[in-house]
């Protein structure tokens, strides 16, 4: 039997389709409807998770995001221009300082910042409690990450902008401040935005600094519901709750990405 | 010919496919069953779920070796079954949520678990073998004597424990500020560094933390709140080894190796 290209690229098509049809249907027939619906969907349990997951939960999940992504964005721009110096002690600083904390798991610096610090200064408090701790925790990671990317976006600025600002009679630190810099973070404005989502999730790991009642986040709220009533349902509120920062935000990166693709 | 690859690479997505799936569904297989009809997960070996640290209950020496006096008890009854018992640490929800126990992570729940009526829900219980009490550990020279006396201060906690549940009851009566931590160890660092006032959970915890630490904390409060301690197994799951526990509790009970576990990681016992 001999088949023409078409044919074949058909029969193979379709052979693909029939097996992820039956994949999905196997798994359809397979689940028990009633159980999943009684672990994950209880209609009870979603009720009594309102208003609190929105009020507290939520509130502090963006509230901790926010912290240490201005934290981050902050100590990474100045590190970032310390990469970019002409200045070489101020170079190695900040790649000494780079590579150590993009080495380093959140959860551990989040520790350091939580219980290594008040065992270093007694008595000293970190300002803000839960939430300082959390943006300065996240936000000395997330400095690390971002530093790069600015510095990237700084380098992706046309040389010729710069030469003209000087020409113009502008000192440098004016044209990077005012030519320069505007236009990388126009450029990094998606890898930025990355950075936000993934800081979000970050955000979870505030349960190890110690959670009360109004520094609980989406995360520690959905386990301690788990815990109380011994069901999944509270895990997928909690998921659909991220969704809610996380979907709209993603948006926005594939907006801004296609309008410079226009833009090109 | 062609027409046998595209066949041919149908069937590989298929194979994927099903390996994916059985990946996803198969769990490994080296359970046994005993002759007494006491199943394993594992065989040879006494699978036990816990969560570190938890001492005089179950911590780590040294040498990175699991000890304790839960540790010791569930070694009496690896011996009865002729396995080795081993220790599998995770977090304490899976424990009391009874799912380590469904999935086959372990055979049995050996953690300071506190029976109560809503985790028997999910797993079954031994016997209790052990009467607890829960306890206010503050710094030395800190007044705290009660509740009242911590209205709008920082009292620690450990997630998921009913030393938590006590507290939250008396959150809003008595005005605590609860603060919980994931395990024992940070609540203690949080009472050692100030960042609670006050940390609440199991007074033999606390007793040992004490013989640990001399002369920087002081319990200044016991709740009774009749709680006692039991091991656990899965629910409706398996009976043989549960029967077996409760065997080997009561056997130790009589022949006095209870007592001497008792005497060796918790101290004198409580004329009762």
Redesign the interface.
Known sequence: ?K?RRRQ??R??LG??Y??FVA?IV??LAAADWGRLADAFFRVDIIESMFPTIITVALRNTILYTVGAFAFGLVFGTILALMRLSRVAPYRWLATAYIELFRGLPALLVLFLVG?GI??AF??REIPGGVFGSIAIGLGLTAAAYMAETIRAGIQAVPKGQMEAARTLGMSHVTAMRTIVIPQAFRIVIPPLTNELILLTKDSSLA??L????STIEVT?FG??M??DR?NATPLLVAGLAYLVITLPLSQVVRRLELRYAKAR | M??RS??R??GL??AV?ALA?SAGCAKKDDSEVQASGVKLVEAGKLTVCTHLPYPPFQSKDASGKVTGFDVDVMDLVAKELGVEQTIIDTPF?GI???QDLNTGKCDAAAAGMTITA?RQ??MNFSDPYFDATQAMLVKSGKTYKTLDDLRGK?V?VQ??TTGRDYAKKF?AEKGL??????DLA??Q??LA????EAAINDLPVWSEYLKKNPGGFQVTAEFDTGEQYGFSVKKDGNPELLKKINETLAKAKQDGTYDAIYSKWIGKQPSA
């Open positions: 039997m088949l074949r690229e029969l193979s052979i693909q029939l097996v994949i196997a798994v219980y008040p065992i007694p008595e349960y190890v110690g959670v009360t009642a520690k386990r301690d788990l815990n011994v | 062609r027409v595209a066949v690479q149908a997505v298929a496919a799936l929800e009391k949520s009874g809503e829900k999910v920082k620690g997630a998921a959150e500020q609860i603060v919980e931590f994931e940070a609540e660092q949080a560094n100030g960042q609670v």
